[in-house]
């Protein structure tokens, strides 16, 4: 079952704390540190979103939740664990009798190319709508300022799952909140381009804030440029669009303007896992704290850029400050 917990109540609370939910996967992650040496983690692209908003904001001005449907074994409840010493809320997440999280490996050849086996055909993710438990996920995110979700999100699910998943953003929508959506597309996950895309396009038609990364665009879509996407986002009604560009920035289309935000160049870039995800949680920071959407590319960068000269998605703590 999902608990009641909600966003901080009381006039003061309404005014000045904003409140997010992402909803997505988190999976046991094992980095091969030798040929049968293996480093656990945890890692999913929404999670180490909610992770770094969390850092942004130190428990100050956002409450982050994350909703996912974990199992009751040791590795679910140490992820928890990871959550609540990062911050992030935990108060919705699904308990599944009997199940596991997903699992992946990472391998790293001579070259620093990375490599990816998973393991998450019964992860209990999966099963995060089932059993009508959307009825009682509107009801705990019912106020929330912000939804946020991925392409991974969408393809975890099964059909109808992401039906219900549809019909909660437009109930959430109708109450105020505001949708996020990475598009983060990756093949492996759909039966097909045609699927793929007709769910994305239905996901598009119900979001605020879109943070496609073009190389994904042009694979699913088959657009020739940054501006070829924020159109086609626009013409599904997206009104504010962010490009992700990877070293060459980020293009922003909204309110009839459109503008290059650059990085910063950095040395050295040692592993540009999560790059795209921290960049969403300094986005996402500034535009619910009513920064400029310009400025709020400016602080993802900056989080960006500092991630990729650390290994792992999830960097140390102590050199946060500096980034951000």
């Not at 391998?107 to 999966?126: H, K, L």
């Not at 994305?200 to 996407?229: S, Y």
Request: proline residues 4%; negative net charge.
């Amino acid at each position: 079952m999902i608990t009641g917990e909600r966003p901080e109540q009381g006039e003061a609370a309404f005014k000045h704390r904003k409140s997010v939910a992402a909803i997505g996967e988190c999976m046991v992650e094992l980095a091969h540190v030798g040929p049968q040496s293996l480093q656990m983690a945890f890692g999913g692209d929404t999670s180490n979103t909610a992770v770094y908003l969390a850092r942004l904001t130190n428990g100050h001005e956002i409450d982050v939740h994350f909703v996912t449907a974990l199992g009751d074994d040791l590795y679910s409840e140490a992820m928890l664990a990871f959550w609540q010493e990062e911050g992030v809320k935990t108060g919705h997440i699904v308990r599944l009798q009997g199940r596991l999280p997903g699992l992946y490996t990472i391998r790293t050849d001579e070259f620093g190319e990375r490599s990816f086996t998973y393991w998450r055909g019964q992860a209990a993710a999966r099963d995060l709508l089932k059993e009508q438990r959307d009825v009682d996920l509107e009801k705990a995110l019912f106020g929330f300022d912000l939804i946020y979700l991925s392409g991974i999100t969408l393809s975890i699910l099964d059909p109808g799952q992401r039906e219900a998943l549809l019909a909660l953003l437009d109930r959430l929508r109708a109450t105020g909140s505001k949708i996020a959506f990475d598009g983060n597309f990756r093949i492996a996950g759909w039966p097909s381009l045609n699927v793929a895309r007709d769910w994305f396009r239905r996901l598009l038609e119900r979001t605020d804030i879109a943070l496609p990364t073009f190389d994904d665009e042009v694979q699913l879509f088959g657009d020739p440029d940054e501006r070829a996407v924020a159109k086609r986002l626009h013409s599904f009604g997206v009104p504010e669009v962010v490009v992700k560009l990877g070293p060459r920035g980020c293009f922003l289309s909204g309110q009839h303007a459109e503008t290059f935000v650059d990085t910063e160049p950095v040395e050295p870039v040692i592993d540009s896992t999560a790059a795209g995800d921290s960049f969403n949680a300094g986005y996402l920071k500034g535009r619910l704290l009513d920064v400029s959407a310009k400025d709020a590319a400016r602080l993802g960068h900056r989080l960006a850029g500092c991630v990729v000269q650390h290994r792992g998605a999830i960097i140390p703590k102590n050199v946060m400050p500096t980034c951000a």
